[in-house]
T-cell receptor, first 116, second 113 residues
Framework: EAGVAQSPRYKIIEKRQSVAFWCNPI?????LYWYQQILGQGPKLLIQ????????DSQLPKDRFSAERLKGVDSTLKIQPAKLEDSAVYLC??????????????FGPGTRLTVL | KQEVTQIPAALSVPEGENLVLNCSFT??????LQWFRQDPGKGLTSLLL?????REQTSGRLNASLDKSSGRSTLYIAASQPGDSATYLC????????????FGQGTRLTINP
């Protein structure tokens, strides 16, 4: 079974530039998550999708971050414009469903973003 | 608000030793608790998931316990090997609120040959 795919694996940009990350979840997984992990900290949820609908985006900085999952499968996360404090690893995860709370999340390899 | 704490932040032990990593959480109303491993520059690999009704889970040399009433979990690693060197993260899934995973900051483990 293929795992969660993410691209690119690494990205270096200058502040005020824009960047986009892509995630393809495990086939059949209805729930998709984007996390931000700053160096030395645990991951923090940015946004959770159930199929193509947003379940939770309470910690997403909406003035600069946006995410979409138009067909309920793969997803993109965009930052525009980037700030120095956005330097982090962006992790995508998926689960069969997030509704019951019992479903295990599977994580992709992450995209390491460096903002100069 | 659920908070998860892992102590110590870093641990270094000689190869072959048994060791325990600790995780504590402030709200016992959880669906489950999950232990992850993260290698440098890599994503998270799930090691063990303990449902709220369970007391422990075992996989190979790993054993995770859960004491929900006291808000504590431990990850026991037997006969440690250099390949076990990584950061270990625990996360809980709260019943209340958005039910999103809440992570600790991790314990960086180094096994010395």
């Amino acid at each position: 079974e293929a795992g969660v795919a993410q691209s690119p694996r690494y990205k270096i940009i200058e502040k005020r530039q824009s960047v986009a990350f892509w995630c393809n979840p495990i086939s059949g997984h209805a729930t998709l998550y984007w996390y931000q992990q700053i160096l030395g900290q645990g991951p923090k949820l940015l946004i959770q999708f159930q199929n193509n609908g947003v379940v939770d985006d309470s910690q997403l900085p909406k003035d600069r971050f946006s995410a979409e999952r138009l067909k309920g499968v793969d997803s993109t996360l965009k930052i525009q414009p980037a700030k120095l404090e956005d330097s982090a690893v962006y992790l995508c995860a998926s689960s069969l469903t997030g509704l019951t709370g019992f479903n295990e999340q599977f994580f992709g390899p992450g995209t390491r973003l460096t903002v100069l | 608000k659920q908070e998860v704490t892992q102590i110590p932040a870093a641990l270094s032990v000689p190869e072959g030793e048994n060791l325990v990593l600790n995780c504590s959480f402030t709200d016992s109303a959880i669906y489950n608790l999950q232990w992850f491993r993260q290698d440098p520059g890599k994503g998270l690999t799930s090691l063990l998931l303990i449902q709220s009704s369970q007391r422990e889970q075992t996989s190979g040399r790993l054993n995770a316990s859960l004491d929900k009433s006291s808000g504590r979990s431990t990850l026991y690693i037997a006969a440690s090997q250099p390949g076990d060197s990584a950061t270990y993260l625990c996360a809980v899934r709260p019943i209340q609120g958005a039910q999103k995973l809440v992570f600790g900051q991790g314990t960086r483990l180094t096994i010395n040959p």
